[in-house]
């Protein structure tokens, strides 16, 4: 069997020393449809990956066990991403390994040291955990020379074992996603270039599972307007939609998220700051995912960067406060619609 195009295959027992980035994404809409026997909830949501990403570097590890080391991006600390065993990236690599013993091959996958340099927020509703595990998952598999082992359905379904954003990252750009997590069905990017967006990501983590046991103890949406704008959203896209067109739904798609609610409820301030954010940019402010990151959709990302400045510039003036202890991350990036033009 041959290797796809444009991967390395290594000897056996080797590791190819391989580097990927990890995309960010934004929730659009983020409508909850109904729950699974399981507690999972089911899910109506159209997102896509940023430019905004964290970058893997997989090499050998020259011992035993697999390694993670995280650091932060440029001169800044590493943020706290949990115990070191719970992390995604190492659970991916596991997952990897029995995925290749499974398909009964059982040549020697030596253990591997992950660099994970970190620029997405952590808990933050941009999906950074799901995606580093994609990442990695698909690192491993090549840095092993392996890749051709397991096909697309196999990949897809270690994936959904990792996480429910995690399946989404395997394709990336623009996408409808439901179920749990796990049906992704490409859309068409909107057309005229990438959309800009303003990121404020308040120095609170929220995990999702705390948002979603919100939601299922009642704090929640009445009716089902985020469903029906996430539909529409579909629609529209697949029938062509413009960039301008999708900014001038700006509104209703910053009320569609069902989480919204329960992030609130988690995170005191949450909606003052929304409120106080979506004053001083004049434009509708939204939640990604479970949040408490805040989003702002502009014609370019040159045009959220002018805003980016803005926001500091309130912050530091003390015009605007943000829940948490630490300064929030605030930053500007691009809806990129295929993710191969996220920058390495
Ligand atoms: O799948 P993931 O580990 O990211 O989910 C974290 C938690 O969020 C789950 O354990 C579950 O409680 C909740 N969740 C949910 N429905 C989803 C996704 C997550 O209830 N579709």
Redesign the pocket.
């Known amino acids: 069997m041959t290797a796809p195009r444009g991967r390395v295959t290594a000897p056996p027992g080797r590791v190819t020393p391989v580097v990927r980035v990890a995309p960010a994404k934004l929730n659009l809409t983020l409508a909850v449809v109904g729950r699974r026997p399981d507690?999972?909830?089911?899910?109506h949501s159209v997102m896509t990956t940023l430019d905004l990403a964290d970058r893997l570097a997989l090499g050998p590890a020259f011992g035993p066990a697999d390694l993670l080391h995280v650091v932060g991006a440029g001169s800044s600390p590493a943020p706290d991403v949990g115990p070191e065993r719970e992390n995604l990236v190492l659970r991916a690599i596991a997952a990897a390994r029995r995925a290749i013993r499974a398909a009964g091959d059982d040549r020697p996958l030596p253990a591997l040291a992950v660099r994970l340099e970190k620029r997405i927020p952590v808990a933050a509703g941009l999906g950074g955990g799901?995606s580093d595990a994609v990442a990695a998952l698909d690192g491993a598999l090549e840095a092993w020379g392996v890749a051709d082992l397991l096909d697309a359905g196999t990949r897809m379904a270690v994936a959904a074992s990792l996480?429910?954003?995690c399946p989404f990252f395997l394709g990336g750009g623009w996408a409808v996603v439901e179920g749990?997590?796990e049906h992704v069905v490409p859309v068409e990017p909107p057309r005229g270039g990438s959309l800009g967006v303003v990121l404020v990501t308040p120095a609170v983590a929220v995990p999702?599972?705390a948002a979603?046991?919100r939601y299922a103890a009642g704090t929640r949406p009445a009716g089902a307007a985020a469903l029906a704008s996430s539909t529409h959203l579909v629609t529209e896209l697949r029938a062509g939609l413009s960039t301008m067109r999708l900014l001038e739904r700006a509104g209703v798609l910053a009320l569609a998220n069902d989480l919204a609610p329960a992030a609130a409820d988690l995170v005191p301030d949450l909606t003052r700051a929304r409120r106080a954010l979506s004053r001083l940019l004049d434009r509708p402010v939204g939640q990604s995912g479970s949040g408490p990151t805040l989003w702002a959709l502009y014609a370019s990302k040159a045009d959220a960067a002018g805003d980016a400045a803005i926001i500091r510039a309130a912050l530091a003036d003390g015009l605007v406060r943000l829940p948490g202890e630490r300064p929030p991350f605030v930053a500007a990036a691009a809806l990129v619609g295929v993710p191969s033009s996220v920058p390495s």
């Open positions: 507690g999972f909830h089911l899910l799901s996480g429910s954003d749990r997590g999702t599972r979603f046991e």
